[in-house]
């Protein structure tokens, strides 16, 4: 069974910058990839980023693109998401996620999940 956890977020000036943490607990099978996701108040859970765990290859979100950067750390078991250039529209509770697999990233092809981290930026 595959746990994770989510570190690093709090409150940020317009501008500022963040990196998030996800530890990874449990079996990384082939095809494994962690995705971060957000969800801001009344609104549905958004896709951000992802990156394979073998390979490292990243997918960005349009809103993501340019501003954050997913990475991981095999050796560490880590997942991190660096965020630069934070708005108040990025304002939201991050999670980070995890799939066996292959699909869409959309949060239903994530059977994993961490418990989220609140991320404010103040305007």
């Known amino acids: 069974q595959v746990q994770l956890v989510e570190t690093g977020g709090g409150l940020v000036q317009n501008g500022g910058s963040l990196r998030l943490s996800c530890a990874v607990t449990g079996p990384t099978f082939s095809s494994f990839a962690i995705g971060w996701f957000r969800q801001a108040p009344g609104k549905g859970r958004e896709f951000v980023a992802d990156?394979?765990?073998?390979?490292?290859?990243?997918v960005n979100a349009d809103s993501a693109e340019g501003r954050f950067i997913i990475s991981r750390d095999t050796v560490k078991n880590m997942a991190y998401l660096e965020m630069n250039n934070l708005k108040p529209e990025d304002t939201a509770v991050y999670y980070c996620?995890?799939?066996?697999?292959?699909?869409?990233?959309?949060?239903?092809?994530?059977?994993?999940w961490g418990q989220g981290t609140q991320v404010t930026v103040s305007s």
């Open positions: 996620a995890g799939r066996q697999g292959f699909g869409d990233y959309e949060d239903y092809n994530y059977p994993y």
């Open positions: 990156i394979m765990w073998d390979s490292g290859t990243t």
